[in-house]
């Protein structure tokens, strides 16, 4: 089992930056990707930015230039520094670890408890 435990979120004016980071816990044999989605109310989770384990990046069309993801292998994290937050990146971001273990086959999909994010004009 893995637990993924979020921080950073809050409230932040337009134009502001917030970071948000991710840490894993548990058995864990490899992380394939990392990767944070938000949600708000009506709509389905959408992909924000996502990174695999070799490094390789994807940034939403509507946050290229402005979010950035990251990750630290040692300490099995991962992080979105947000910037020039706008008022439409309001919402409740997930994190999310594709993993797998030594015990069983194939690759486990994890999700964080989300944490709010609210960019006020």
């Known amino acids: 089992q893995v637990q993924l435990t979020e921080s950073g979120g809050g409230l932040v004016q337009a134009g502001g930056s917030l970071r948000l980071s991710c840490g894993a816990s548990?058995?864990?044999?490899?992380?394939?990707?990392m990767g944070w989605y938000r949600q708000v109310p009506g709509k389905q989770r959408e992909l924000v930015a996502a990174?695999?384990?070799?490094?390789?990046?994807n940034h939403a069309d509507s946050v290229k230039g402005r979010f950035t993801i990251a990750r630290d292998n040692a300490k099995n994290t991962v992080y979105l520094q947000m910037s020039s937050l706008k008022p439409e990146d309001t919402g409740v971001y997930y994190c999310?670890?594709?993993?797998?273990?030594?015990?069983?086959?194939?690759?486990?999909?994890?999700w964080g408890q989300g944490t709010q994010v609210t960019v006020s004009s």
């Open positions: 999310n670890f594709v993993v797998t273990h030594t015990t069983t086959p194939g690759q486990y999909v994890y």
């Open positions: 548990g058995s864990i044999s490899r992380i394939v990707a």
């Open positions: 990174i695999t384990s070799g490094g390789s990046t």
